[in-house]
């Protein structure tokens, strides 16, 4: 029997098990949203902007296993889309996107609502798919879940015209799918990993520096397993943060920009750097010239062969599944273990004495005293309350790192942030993605009163699907990121830094059906945090009046190296 290029669609999400879709109707893809109506397998999720669709569904995958799946109109529906496109591609995240396209006959005409698709989206997708017959639309969307969730992850982006959604073919959905040109690594090679682990038993100052790939590879048991067996110490970047359990004393903290003293001092000065799923960018190492300097042999485990030696040069590169190459690994350590040949204990305690002294420093250290509320106070506040256990989404700025810094992460796939990119505005629709993903989990959104009110209009989504997360809004009435580098590099010049006009959120809460608070004392953080979790069936937003000067410390300034470190205002 023939069906129709919209029903194909609907059956191929079936087969994939989708359970819900994020999207915005439009024209182009009425024919698929009139399928949707039709079916009860899985549920469709209207957002308010088509960036919050992509953000949602990019938070979907994050959390879970699964291929977060958007669905967008053309023209306008697309390039709103954009944003979340590049976000989730930044971070690696699995995705499907499909987007509507004007009829075929009318592609290049400057049809109403068209744009090209493919050209504007190439740049930013792991791979794009015009579908120019319904007979290829059940296969490319197979491919686009094999590619999505294969090798490297990313969005792939299926553009689908109208026509090709009302024209009627049969339907076979393959089971297996195979493209002559892309075959990812899988299994490390072995006469690499043996020389690596070679190079990790005779270390004297070993680190262990780890990021996303720990995470979306699910291979935090295994790098749990190795920092445990081999006792060293262990670091996870700001994508990686809950791989390795923050409160375990061989966790330093993150590095880089706004790292921890010591990790960054170890990252530097360490003898073996061993790699696994991380990149080495900017925010992590710095200077790439000062990090060059101290003599080190290097490690990389990375699924992406272009991303090994991208920024610095590595000594024993292995490309393949992180999980993968670990198990190989640990098998090869526990083997040299029991021959006597492990780590060398007494060579590696002066290594753990230096990290002590240089712990020692306490760079987290601030004051909450007084009557204004800091806000690493309502972080650490949250995360007693929630005794560690929350899913926690953030947007992009000073609230991003004191939640990174903070909040201790001892789970991976809690942590749900905008990484590489820096999109501000992720943190609600994120939070949405998340809690129905995972409906009994409580679900904190840390925001700013800057990022909170690019995606605020999702207040009316969560009101829709009854989604009761809890909104912690740090609001110190500032861009508080550019403030902060206005202060250090500009002479304290607030160009169009300082937020006015803002709005009453607490109104703003209640006109969108949610419970609003506004809190400005410290006494009444952690009640009204409890309060607000104690409201398991509503949304809550807490307006938390912040001090307006608070800095992000440490912080590594740009060009500068991983141990130019500024510890605080004393500094500058």
Not at 109 to 127: M, N, S, W, Y
Not at 254 to 270: F, I, K, L, R, S
Not at 433 to 455: D, N, Y
Request: hydrophobic residues 40%; charged residues 25%.
């Amino acid at each position: 029997m023939e069906i129709t290029g919209a029903e194909i669609v609907v059956r191929c999400l079936h087969e994939e098990q989708v359970d819900h879709i994020f999207g915005y109707p439009g024209g182009a893809v009425l024919y698929i949203y009139d399928e949707i109506y039709k079916q009860d397998k899985f549920k469709h999720i209207l957002v308010r902007h088509e960036q919050a669709a992509v953000h949602a569904a990019d938070a979907y995958a994050r959390s879970t296993e699964s291929v977060g799946v958007a669905l967008v109109t053309s023209g306008p529906g697309v390039t709103n889309a954009v944003t979340g496109i590049a976000t989730a591609f930044m971070d690696s995240i699995p995705m499907v996107i499909l987007s509507g396209q004007v009829p075929t006959h009318a592609i290049g005409l400057d049809a109403f609502q068209e744009c090209d698709t493919v050209g504007i989206t190439r740049p930013c997708v792991k791979h794009n798919f015009l579908v120019k017959d319904v007979k290829d639309l059940a296969i490319t969307i197979k491919k686009a879940f094999h590619l999505a969730r294969t090798g490297r992850p990313g969005p792939v982006l299926v553009d689908i015209p109208k026509d090709i959604t009302r024209n009627r073919c049969k339907f076979d959905y393959p089971k297996e799918v195979t493209m002559r040109s892309y075959n990812p690594v899988v299994k490390g090679h072995s006469g690499q990993i043996k020389k690596a682990v070679q190079l990790i038993l005779s270390a004297e100052r070993p680190m262990i520096y780890t990021g996303g790939g720990i995470i979306l590879g699910n291979a935090s048991k295994e790098l749990r397993e190795l920092v445990d067996l081999l006792g060293y110490p262990c670091t996870n970047t700001l994508m990686g943060l809950g791989a390795y359990p923050a409160t375990d004393s061989k966790f330093l903290g993150m590095p880089g920009m706004h790292g921890t003293y010591e990790c960054n001092m170890a990252m530097q000065h360490c003898d073996v750097l061993v790699g696994i799923g991380a990149r080495f960018d900017d925010r992590v190492i710095g200077n790439p010239k000062h990090f060059a300097q101290n003599p080190r042999k290097i490690i990389h485990v990375d699924i992406d062969p272009s991303s090994i030696s991208k920024r610095v040069k590595v000594d024993v590169p292995i490309v393949g599944e992180v999980g993968e190459v670990m198990r190989e690994m640990l098998a090869q350590i526990k083997e040299a273990i029991a021959a006597g040949h492990g780590p060398d204990r007494k060579a590696i305690a002066p290594w753990w004495a230096q990290i002590e002294e240089w712990r020692k420093r306490d760079c987290l250290r601030y004051k909450q005293n007084g009557d204004v509320i800091k806000p690493q106070y309502v972080v650490e506040k949250l995360w007693e309350v929630t005794k560690g256990e929350a899913f926690v989404t953030s947007d992009v700025g000073q609230h991003q790192m004191f939640a990174a810094q903070y909040y201790k992460f001892d789970y991976p796939r809690r942590w749900i942030n905008s990484g590489g990119l820096g999109t501000m505005g992720v943190g609600l629709p994120y939070a949405m993605g998340v809690k129905l993903a995972h409906p009994e989990a409580e679900v904190a959104c840390i925001t700013g009163e800057g990022s909170i009110q690019m995606c605020i209009q999702e207040l009316s989504t969560c009101q829709q699907y009854r989604l009761p997360v809890k909104v912690v809004n740090l609001n110190n009435r500032y861009l508080g990121m550019v403030r902060q580098w206005q202060e250090i590099e500009y002479e304290s010049r607030y160009a169009e830094s300082y937020m006015d006009s803002l709005p009453d959120f607490v109104k703003l809460a209640e006109a969108y059906g949610h419970v609003g608070m506004q809190i400005h004392k410290p006494a009444d953080v952690e009640p009204a945090l409890r309060e607000a979790f104690n409201m398991k069936d509503r949304l809550v937003f807490m307006d938390f009046i912040t001090d307006q000067e608070e800095n992000v410390w440490p912080m590594v300034q740009t060009g500068k190296g991983l141990t130019e470190m500024l510890l605080g205002s004393e500094d500058l």
